[in-house]
């Protein structure tokens, strides 16, 4: 919302919150970002959707 209106500092502010709770997330789950880093890279260059067909269905 804060990037379609235009304002920048408040997109800064909702990004860094965004990112703050996703690592505290990350820490208790005791994921690395070199495993999220290795995840996008595998996806590098497929589409939403067939990287989402892809997955094993449950």
């Known amino acids: 919302i804060e990037a379609v ?7 800064i502010g909702e990004s ?8 505290v997330m990350w ?10 880093w290795a995840e ?3 996806r590098e260059g497929t589409s939403g ?3 989402k067909a892809s997955r094993p269905r449950q």
């Open 16 to 23: 860094a919150d965004v990112l703050y709770h996703l690592i």
């Open 49 to 51: 959707i067939a990287e």
């Open 27 to 36: 820490v208790d789950a005791g994921v690395t970002p070199a495993e999220v």
């Open 5 to 11: 209106a235009g304002r920048t500092q408040e997109l």
């Open 40 to 42: 996008l890279q595998r």
